[in-house]
């Protein structure tokens, strides 16, 4: 199961919006079903919350699973290579 993590609105009909990117990414079509976790934002505003500090604080969802795999290929790379060391 992909999950996908955005910020919306609770709307007046007791929808909740749903930004076009996640409906994208996740293929949904009309009366998909999905699962739902909802919180309220503490302050009530809808701004864009950054995942990083410092350095990675640019660093896109992409660029940062990108870097969790380097180290898993380096390990598949090198498993029972003898280097005569």
Avoid at 43 to 57: Q, T, V
């Amino acid at each position: 199961m992909e999950a996908v993590e955005f910020l919306g609105r609770y709307l007046d009909d007791g929808h909740l919006s749903c930004p076009d990117e996640v409906v994208r990414k996740l293929g949904l079509e009309v009366n998909s079903v999905v699962k739902v976790k909802v919180m309220k934002d503490s302050n009530g505003e809808l701004k864009e919350k950054k995942r990083f500090a410092g350095i990675w604080k640019d660093m896109e969802e992409e660029g940062f699973r990108q870097m969790v795999e380097i180290p898993k290929l380096r390990k598949d790379y090198f498993a029972g290579r003898d280097f005569g060391l």
